[in-house]
Structure formats: structure tokens, C-alpha cells
């Protein structure tokens, strides 16, 4: 099967730095990534959607500029949060799909973020 | 706008049980329809999931669910839980529409599998 890995698994950083994210696709190429915030017992909630090569595109609500996004080739897509705060702490999940895979997504094992 | 709804927030059962665990949806068309399950700390793994055919879907762990069209249903199911089948549940669909469509999840149910 398709598989997805994020790295790194676990990063505690001190509020007012950035922190990258990077979601890889590692067996297929992925036409399109998507980037999820969970809350603490609470559903996963979309943040942004990227396809390779292009800009993502945010949800409502999502600020863009906090967030960054690239997608720049078809197996790596990083997620950058500038200028981090404890309320920015959660945990950051990618998924991807690819060619070949309908409208399946497969989910990375997920980012946990402490802005101390 | 399309809608996911998992009446129980928290279930538990105890081991060997059965299980059976609720989805609905609000959706004009019938979607693709999905179930994952995430253990603590961790990413979501697909259990299973319906696109069209037949509407009883066999997934991984010895899960099933069946979608129930009349009902806009499509619950998980486990004739014998085991305890480490204790995470979070997830239903999710996505329109059957062409293109790419955005994913609706459910707000989970937690199942706890007690001795």
C-alpha cells in the first residue's frame, strides 16, 4: 500500500520561532497533499490543500501566512509555522493521494507540536 | 452541505463482545464512504472503505461495515472486539462527484475494551 511518513514525529520549540514539517509520499508519486490540525479530542479539521507546484490553498479560518506551505516536488510537501505560539501547539497530520488511487488519502503518522 | 455524524462519542465494550459502531450522513448523492481508526499519538489507518458494489465491505482486523442507502448509514462492525482494538474511530466521506472533493470527518467515537 501507499505509504506516508512525516518528520519529524515530535518538536518542542519556544514561542516566536518557526518550525517545518515535512510530509513525504514514499511509494507513489502524490498529486495532491493535504495538511490536517487535530485538537485534542477532537476530529481532524482540513488546514490546506496542495498540489505540486502550485499554491495551497487554505480552508477559512486558516491564516496563510502563519502556515506556510510547498509542495515542491511530487513526494515532498512541508508545512512551515512562522512565528509559533502555545495555541499553535497541536497535532499536525498530512495525507496524500496519487495516480492510481481514486479518492483514496493516506494518512502520515502525524506531527506533535509544543510551543513552550 | 455534506455532513458526518457518529452519535457516540465513547464506547465501551468488553473484550470478546461485539461491536458495532454509527455513522450517518447528509450527503444529496451517495459518497465514498470510509472508516479509520487512530490509536493514540498516531496517524489514521484506513479500515475500509465503499465506493459502489456490494454494500457489505470487508476491511482489515476483521472489521466490516455495511451502507444501508434508506438509512444514509454506513456502520463499523466487529463480532469479537479485541483489546487492542481500543483507539479512535473515524468515518469520513467524500462526494461522489467527479473532481477532487474535500474529506468530512466524523467527530470520532473512542472505544474503550475493557477485560
Known amino acids: 500500500g501507499a505509504v506516508v511518513s512525516q518528520h519529524p514525529s515530535r518538536v518542542i520549540c519556544k514561542s516566536g520561532t518557526s518550525v517545518k514539517i515535512e510530509c513525504r509520499s514514499l511509494?507513489?508519486?502524490?498529486?495532491?497533499m493535504f495538511w490536517y490540525r487535530q485538537f485534542p479530542k477532537k476530529s481532524l479539521m482540513l488546514m490546506a490543500t496542495?498540489?505540486?507546484?502550485?499554491?495551497?490553498?487554505?480552508e477559512q479560518g486558516v491564516e496563510k501566512d502563519k502556515f506556510l506551505i510547498n509542495h515542491a516536488s511530487l513526494t515532498l510537501s512541508t508545512l512551515t509555522v512562522t512565528s509559533a505560539h502555545p495555541e499553535d501547539s497541536s497535532f499536525y497530520i498530512c495525507?496524500?493521494?496519487?495516480?492510481?488511487?481514486?479518492?483514496?488519502?493516506?494518512f502520515g503518522p502525524g506531527t506533535r507540536l509544543t510551543v513552550l | 452541505a455534506q455532513s458526518v455524524t457518529q452519535p457516540d462519542i465513547h464506547i465501551t465494550v468488553s473484550e470478546g463482545a461485539s461491536l458495532e459502531l454509527r455513522c450517518n450522513y447528509s450527503?444529496?448523492?451517495?459518497?465514498?464512504l470510509f472508516w479509520y481508526v487512530q490509536s493514540p499519538g498516531q496517524g489514521l489507518q484506513l479500515l475500509l472503505k465503499y465506493f459502489s458494489g456490494d454494500t457489505l465491505v470487508q476491511g482489515i482486523k476483521g472489521f466490516e461495515a455495511e451502507f444501508k442507502r434508506s438509512q444514509s448509514s454506513f456502520n463499523l462492525r466487529k463480532p469479537s472486539v479485541h483489546w487492542s482494538d481500543a483507539a479512535e474511530y473515524f468515518c469520513?466521506?467524500?462526494?461522489?462527484?467527479?473532481?477532487?472533493?474535500?474529506?468530512?470527518f466524523g467527530t470520532g467515537t473512542k472505544l474503550q475494551v475493557i477485560p
Open positions: 469520513a466521506v467524500v462526494p461522489n462527484s467527479g473532481g477532487y472533493q474535500k474529506v468530512t
Open positions: 495525507s496524500a493521494r496519487g495516480y492510481g488511487y481514486a479518492d483514496e488519502q493516506f
Open positions: 496542495s498540489n505540486e507546484g502550485s499554491k495551497a490553498t487554505y
Open positions: 450527503y444529496g448523492a451517495t459518497p465514498y
Open positions: 511509494d507513489f508519486q502524490a498529486t495532491t
